[in-house]
């Protein structure tokens, strides 16, 4: 499980934008995270509810984006997007596919109190 | 009170990718070239290196950092050979960060040609951290069966080749060596697949030369 250390990372993140922008509290955080992150939501957000107490985010929702893989066809080179594999390219059906996003774990905004 | 969204837009990966990046500038300044290997528990990773030791060393100096949650048990296997090797023990953490490496990356000594990093033994989250490597494998032993690749897809994805260990269990055990080398590359057409076997020795020299091969290139690149 390494969605604590994650949880973690967006702590140090979240400290630094308080230093900066010194609000006292955050309401609500957005993370994207794609299908191919390798972080299993449910354990994302058990880590969160545990690493939040007693922080500046103590009564922060966590809202969890999931966005689809994105591959290019190598044969016919159509972008496409899927949720599960396989994944074949739909114009002519190749399987022979570039990944070429739905890997990612990102901070997209938080909402604070100011 | 004013609520305010507040847009950021950051990689939650961002300080890992970061340090991963400044170790891979140090060990190609040092011309060493780091191979990342990442399995479940037990896939065969260590007996792998102990092999591989076998045809690389004292010719093409190595060193070795073993991830381990809790003991240093596999560091002493590969110190048995006389060969350079640094435990990480996690402390429950299941898998290594760019951060544990960095640690200790200065203790490598001058000359090293080949960098192992045995990860710790997890399918999953060792695949989202960069740690500075050039190459990362993935192992799967025979016993674990086919369907591995479909259950750990960002692992395949990410590693540039696939090692099928304990190749010499085939026969006593049913396995579709065919099979498996689809599902692996359905998920990444791209990738380099070795077979193995640390009983018989099979396709171990093939593996050594390929990372010989490698390695050259890198020196090339760096030239
Ligand atoms: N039959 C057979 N057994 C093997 C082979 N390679 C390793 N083993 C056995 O598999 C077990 C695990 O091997 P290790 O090399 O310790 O595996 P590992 O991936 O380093 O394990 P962890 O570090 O605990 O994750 C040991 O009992 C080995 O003797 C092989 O090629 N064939
Ligand atoms: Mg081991
Ligand atoms: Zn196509």
Redesign the interface.
Known sequence: MHELSLIASLFEILEAQKAEKGFTKITAIKLRCGVFSGVVPECLEAAFEVYKKDTFASEAKLILEVVPVKFRCRRCQQIETAYDLPFFCPVCQSKDVEILDGTELTLVSFEAEI | ????????????????KKIANELRHYLRAKGIFTINLMSSPGSGKTSLIEKLIDHLWPQHPLAVIEGDIETDLDAARIRAKGVPAWQITTGG???L?AKMIARIIREIPEKTEFLFIENVGNL??P???DLGENLRFVLLSIPEGEDKP?KY???F??AQGLIITKIDLLGPISFDLDKVKEEAR????TLVIFTTSSRTGEGIKEFATYLIQQRQRFQENNA
Do not use: Q, W
């Open positions: 009170m004013n609520r305010k969204e507040i847009t950021v837009f950051e990689d939650l990966l961002g300080s890992n953490a299941c898998h960060e999953v989250c695949a989202s951290y479909l897809p960002k692992a994805l990410t359905k998920i990444n057409p």
